[in-house]
Structure formats: C-alpha cells, structure tokens
C-alpha cells in the first residue's frame, strides 16, 4: 500500500468530522428557523416597505400630484 492511500482510521476520522460539522450546520439552520427570526424579517420587509410608502407620500404633496 503506497503512503498517499487512506486509512481506515483516516477515513473514520474524516467522516466523523463531517458528522460534527454537519450537526453544527442543522443546529444553525434550526436557530434561523425559529418564529422569532421569521418575525423579524418580516417587520424588517415592513419597515423597508413603509419607508418607501412614506416616501413617495411626501414626493407627491411637494410636487403637487
């Protein structure tokens, strides 16, 4: 067997760092999906919408529409 073939040992060892790494992605994935996230993207969406509306309020009483 040449130096540069994988273990068994070597591929255990990759396979539960993968394993590691994929957890701590699902246990991120599971904090992003959470109500009080969704809640804030949504007042965010709302805010940048109201902004807007706002906006074009004020445009038109300046320009007399």
Do not use: C, F, P, Y
Not at 8 to 17: S, V
Not at 51 to 60: H, Q, T
């Amino acid at each position: 067997m040449s130096d540069s073939a994988a273990t068994k040992e070597d591929i255990d060892k990759l396979r539960d760092d993968t394993d590691a790494k994929l957890g701590q992605i699902w246990t991120e994935l599971r904090k992003l999906n959470t109500v009080e996230s969704r809640r804030a993207a949504l007042n965010g969406a709302l805010l940048i919408l109201g902004s807007a509306i706002g906006s074009g309020i004020v445009n038109a009483l300046q320009h007399g529409r």
